[in-house]
């Protein structure tokens, strides 16, 4: 068979999978949205992380929930952009972990649990020295991370 040949059938096998596609989706024509339900294929994982407070003061330990996330996965926890541990997920998709934030300075910290898989969701606590110090619930047991509760920018360069 000649390569004139070869390419024209594999045109025509590859113009037979698309019309296929097609007609397959034909019976949806005209349905809502919700009626077919694509988010099942989209949205496999939502995830969720929880925190038991959400102010205290410095010298505060908060203890994070992750859940939703893939089973057994290595997640990465974030503080402010900077990376200050990592957990593994159960086999339900759930971790958990403790912020310390001895020596923080008073402001925002946002938390943020992502796995592998782009995956991900936050949390945002305050410290504040006129709030108590808080802990995390009696039983609640994680791995220990600090922070400094500084940001990490990316620098600006401009060539004039």
């Not at 203890?63 to 990592?86: D, E, K, W």
């Not at 925002?108 to 305050?126: G, P």
């Amino acid at each position: 068979m000649s390569q004139e040949r070869k390419e024209a059938v594999y045109r025509l096998i590859i113009t037979a999978f698309v019309l296929l596609g097609g007609v397959l989706l034909l019976p949806y024509v005209g349905h809502a949205r919700a009626a077919i339900n694509w988010e099942i294929f989209g949205g496999a994982y939502s995830p969720d992380l929880s925190v038991s407070d959400n102010t205290g003061s410095p010298g505060s330990q908060f203890g994070f929930t992750g859940t939703g996330y893939q089973p057994n996965r290595l997640a990465i926890v974030f503080v402010n952009g900077q990376v200050v541990g990592s957990v593994t997920t159960d086999g339900n998709g759930t971790a958990t972990f403790i912020i310390d934030t001895t020596g923080v300075p008073d402001g925002d910290l946002t938390v943020v649990m992502e796995t592998d898989a782009n995956v991900s969701a936050f949390k945002t606590i305050t410290v504040d020295s006129t709030e108590p110090v808080v802990s995390p619930p009696g039983g609640f047991s994680g791995p220990l991370f600090g922070t400094t509760g500084n940001s990490t920018f990316l620098p600006f360069v401009s060539r004039n």
